[in-house]
């Protein structure tokens, strides 16, 4: 497969794969494409949704398909890929990693082979990229977690994982903005309301953000609810 | 000028065009399912397009008129009574104050669409239940229903029609155009084969979301996990399973499963008209030449 590779996935709607990786430096190109396109949108520009490793744009009349992959294809050229890194929000997040909000604590333990500690220690020590918001409205998907805390999804996902939970699976993190179905393993529990449908932009994180996770006690929990 | 939601039916709410802007927020586009319908209402009552129009699935709505009021009503899924008499799609209606609409069980398409002028008041996506006010900034205007025969009933309708779409009936086999999807080469030669022509059979558990689809299992010659990527509505996902679902108006941002093929824009609308139990054949809407953009092969 060529990279970067351009697909139509709707007459209204274009991607750009730049990889097939999860890594931040595909991250950097989608997220700097998406900075081109609103700073200097094209006429018949309506959106942008950054993925992982890809960027699919939105537009209507008078854009066309061809002369959108056309304005895609020129703007990939002539941007310079390495030198622009524009400087991201740090948001800090409260977690309580406390057992009972802990869900999969045990789980986590037995397949990782870390004790709770541990397991607080390696999700708390490292900045986490925002790759994409989705999912869910709101719900991030974060990463890239150390390779001794990465875990397999439940095979049977949980019907109902409560607003807030703080989960991991694979290589990637995230936090339930409601209560949700959910197969990834839950390992703590955040205060801050990650998606408020009535303050927009509604979601608390987008992509490009990095976080940091801080670890709080059950008492800061309940006091910062 | 106001209606009261008397019985919402299997599944009303207020639709437009979608809410666009805010997907990277994981936000869905969301908007009528079948948007042309939606579309044809509105312009037939001197709407912009993308006025609040009801949608209502298949049948059962019972909504009374408190007021004097002008309506269009497009799509299928049902056939509409007003006061017990069989009333017209596609064209528009005057009903007097007291007037009831009804909508009964038909054997064709699968929503309806009430536009007014002016538009319905109300959100993207609001609910309609029982005992729901519906109301619109504008009264008819004289004029407008000036070209209205008024029947004995207390309703009548204009000269103005909106040609009539082909809906899909339950009985027979609905023939939707695909357009290869971004990992249609992943999938083997089998599952191109019985996805090209074995029918499948709209599944009962589907919704505004996503159509699932029985039929052939779909497979893939490699099992390999997906980076996510944005999706949107027509974009037909195959799960580790080997089941179909094609991405409807409520679809998700962000999808993790191979895309075997995309539903051509053009029958949007009547896949929209399928309901469960439906069959359809997916055909392919484009011969397979080397796209001429950046080598990809579509």
Known sequence: MHYPRIYPIHDYALTIEFSNLINEASHQQVMQLKREMEDNPFSGYVESVPAYSSLTVYFTAPATAERVMQEMQSRMKSSNTSAVHTASRKIEIPVCYDSSFAIDLEAVMESTGLDHEAIVQMHTANEFNVYMIGFLPGFAYMGTLPAALETARKKTPSTKIPPGSVAIAGKQTGIYPAASPGGWNVIGRTPVRMFDPERPPYSYLQAGDRVQFNPISLSAYESLL | ?298
């Not at chain 2, 049948?59 to 009333?87: K, P, Q, S, W, Y």
């Not at chain 2, 086999?173 to 019985?194: L, N, S």
Request: aromatic share 6%; hydrophobic share 40%.
């Open chain 2, 1 to 298: 000028m106001s209606v009261t939601i008397i019985k919402p039916g299997m599944h009303s709410t207020l639709q437009n065009l979608g809410r666009w802007g805010l997907q990277a927020f994981g936000i869905p586009i969301g908007g009528a399912m079948n948007t042309e319908s939606a579309m044809t209402a509105n312009r037939l009552c001197g709407n912009e397009d993308d006025a609040l129009v009801v949608e209502s699935t298949l049948h059962g709505l019972v909504m009374e008129f408190n007021d004097l009021t002008v309506l269009a009503i497009t799509g299928g899924g049902c056939r509409l009574l007003i006061n017990g008499e069989a009333a017209p799609f596609n064209r528009l209606i005057k009903v007097i104050a007291g007037s009831q609409l009804k909508t009964i069980p038909s054997e064709k398409g699968c929503r309806c669409y009430v536009a007014t002028p002016g538009g319905w008041k109300g959100n993207t996506g609001d609910v309609l239940s029982a005992s729901y006010i519906l109301s619109s900034e504008a009264t008819p205007s004289t004029d407008a229903a000036a070209a209205i025969v008024i029947g004995a009933s207390g309703f009548g309708t204009g000269n103005w029609k909106a040609p009539e779409k082909e809906l899909p009936d339950v009985h027979a086999t609905t023939t939707i155009e695909i357009i290869k999807g971004p990992e249609w080469d992943r999938f083997t030669e089998d599952a191109h084969h019985a996805f090209l022509n074995e029918p499948f059979t709209v599944s009962a558990n589907s919704d505004r979301m996503g159509y699932r689809l029985n039929g052939p299992s779909l497979h893939v010659i490699h099992t390999q996990e997906l980076i996510s990527t944005p999706v949107t509505r027509g974009i037909i996902q195959v799960t580790h399973e080997g089941d179909p679902i094609v991405l409807m108006a409520d679809a998700q941002t962000i999808g993790g499963y191979p895309r075997i093929a995309r539903v051509s824009s053009k029958d949007l609308p009547l896949l929209a008209q399928c309901r469960p139990g439906s069959r359809i054949k997916f055909a392919n809407f484009f011969v397979d030449i080397p796209h001429p953009f950046l080598g990809v092969r579509m």
